[in-house]
């Protein structure tokens, strides 16, 4: 099945910096999703991008499918940030959604 | 509902018994997945819905665990005789389906705890 990487796995920012998460995918994909999962678990939906750009507000996604894989940008981070970001892609000839182990930031005060 | 939801929120059990976890999707979505996430883990799939029907059981990890929908709306994740590693955050998502978009949204999870 199809593997997904992300990196890097753990991100310390001082608040104010920007950052970029990548997710490696290993076969082609028809939709990929970015979520964020805040420290008290709930999945929030970032993007559904399975190709091209999007922004909403300070964050920002592409996804290059021909290359396999998709970048989030976070910039002037805030503390509420702080959480693990898990991409997801669907396996390949199934249904089954393949999610990465994640990137947990931390953003400092 | 305007979102998806899950209950019960917590769930301590004993080891040996059984437990169902139910699952309410966003209405009008007829795809639901179900996924187990253990402490510090990322999300591991178990189980795919389109409508009534369960195309895709692959990831349900032994026969103690299985699922049902009806009506196309709430499911039902159902382990029997738990077990210690059983313990795990355990969460829905649903989307519209195959004729609309794939975008999934998660409910907030039952948090089962096997002692």
């Known amino acids: 099945g199809i593997q997904v990487e992300q990196s890097p796995p753990d991100l310390i920012l001082q608040e104010g910096a920007n950052s970029t998460l990548r997710c490696n995918f290993s076969?082609?994909?028809?939709?990929l999703q970015w979520f964020h999962q805040n420290p008290w678990g709930q999945l929030i939906n970032l993007f559904y991008?399975?190709?091209g750009t999007k922004q909403n507000g300070r964050l920002s996604a592409t996804t290059v499918a021909t290359e396999r894989y998709s970048l989030l940008y976070i910039s002037s981070s805030q503390t509420t940030d702080s959480g693990v970001y898990f991409c997801?892609?669907?396996?390949?000839?199934?249904?089954?959604?393949?999610f990465g182990a994640g990137t947990r930031l931390f953003v400092k005060a | 509902g305007a979102g998806v939801s899950q209950s019960p929120s917590n769930k301590v059990t004993e080891k040996g018994k059984d437990v169902e976890l139910r699952c309410d999707p966003i209405?009008?979505?007829?795809?639901l997945y179900w996924y187990r996430q253990s402490l510090g883990q990322g999300l591991e799939f178990l189980i795919y819905?389109?409508?009534?029907?369960?195309?895709?059981k692959s990831g349900l990890p032994s026969d103690r665990f299985s699922a049902e929908r009806t009506g196309g709306s709430v499911s039902t994740l159902t382990i029997q005789r738990t077990q210690q590693e059983d313990s795990a955050v355990y969460l829905c998502?649903?989307?519209?389906?195959?004729?609309?978009?794939?975008?999934?949204?998660f409910g907030p999870g039952t948090r089962l705890t096997v002692l």
């Open positions: 998502a649903s989307s519209l389906g195959p004729s609309g978009s794939n975008e999934q949204f």
């Open positions: 076969d082609s994909v028809n939709n």
């Open positions: 991008i399975p190709s």
């Open positions: 997801a892609v669907p396996n390949t000839g199934g249904f089954k959604t393949i």
């Open positions: 209405s009008g979505h007829t795809a």
């Open positions: 819905f389109q409508g009534n029907s369960a195309p895709d």
